[in-house]
């Protein structure tokens, strides 16, 4: 039933075929075929664009004792048959020296192979923050998908694929160091929209900066000499207790208070839409 949710954007033919990819047979039950490893050819649109080495070298190691256990999914195409799901198994053939491997065989066109590779790759694969947001932004201008149909078929919250293709906006620079794991997905959700992102992307890198203390810094970046003079700046007791909200809450926080005025602001700075949704759990709202 969870599962027919997921995927109900889809239509039923797509649902049934992600359906399939869950649940391929064993390599040697009804409707698997063994076709010859190199008449078997990668999907140029892949989602994936880099393979851990260390998880490559298990499979390598489990398909060399003990085969391809599960078929893959291809479809005929130029004279070939080419991959819908399973490259890394493929690879895996390819680097132990098999001459075939099993595949199931189905006939699919150009839309149902690029919209299967997207969703399959992003529900079950460890896809790089980067290779997810393209894969979101794929299926939404090209496929039609709205990010809350997204939710439903990847099972993700809204807010998670909101923020991931906030990430996009990064510039190409920092995204690269995103793809190679060179910077945290946490750093650059707080870079995105930052005037000197590289600057402040090379201090994190640098000086070893944690989440909150990028936040901290952009925040005084973005600071202001405000007027009248703000009274927490002189006043120990001010500055204790901005120091314990932000402690208690996790996140920045400014209080403001005039000077020789009772009155002020405190102003709490969330980094992403589930930060928001943490201060709302905590205050009660929503």
């Known amino acids: 039933m969870v599962e027919n949710k997921k995927k ?16 391929l047979p064993q390599a040697n039950a009804p409707g698997v075929v063994r076709l010859p490893v190199a008449d078997i050819s990668a999907n140029p649109d892949q989602p994936r664009r880099r393979f851990d080495e260390q998880a490559m070298a298990e499979l390598v190691a489990s398909v ?46 150009d839309r149902q ?34 990010q ?11 807010s998670h694929i909101t923020n991931l293709l906030r990430l996009l906006d990064l510039p190409d ?6 793809e190679t794991g060179t910077l945290a997905m ?21 000086e070893g900066l944690s989440v909150r203390a990028l936040e901290q810094r952009m925040a005084k970046g973005r600071a202001k000499p405000s007027q009248p003079a703000r009274q927490a700046a002189s006043d120990p007791n001010s500055e204790a207790l901005e120091a314990q909200l932000g402690e208690a809450l996790g996140m920045p926080v400014a209080l403001q208070v005039a000077s020789g ?15 928001l949704d943490v201060l709302c759990a905590r205050l009660g709202v929503g």
């Open 8 to 23: 109900s954007g889809l239509g039923r033919g797509l649902s049934a075929l992600l359906d399939d990819i869950s649940s």
């Open 64 to 109: 060399r004792a003990h085969g391809i256990l599960q078929p893959i999914l291809v479809r005929p195409h130029a004279g070939r048959h080419q991959i819908v799901a399973g490259e890394r198994r493929w690879r895996a053939a390819q680097a132990v020296g098999l001459h075939e491997m099993p595949v199931v065989v189905r006939p699919l066109d």
């Open 113 to 146: 192979v690029s919209e299967i590779a997207l969703i399959e790759n992003v529900q079950r694969a460890d896809l790089n923050a980067i290779e997810e947001a393209r894969a979101y932004h794929r299926l939404i201008a090209e496929h039609g998908h709205t």
């Open 148 to 158: 809350a149909v997204l939710a439903d078929i990847v099972g993700k919250s809204r």
């Open 173 to 178: 620079t920092l995204q690269a160091m995103v």
């Open 186 to 206: 946490g750093h650059a959700r707080a870079l995105v929209g930052a005037a000197d992102a590289d600057t402040l992307a090379q201090a994190v890198l640098r």
């Open 261 to 275: 005025a009772s009155s002020g602001s405190l102003t709490i700075r969330f980094a992403d839409l589930d930060q």
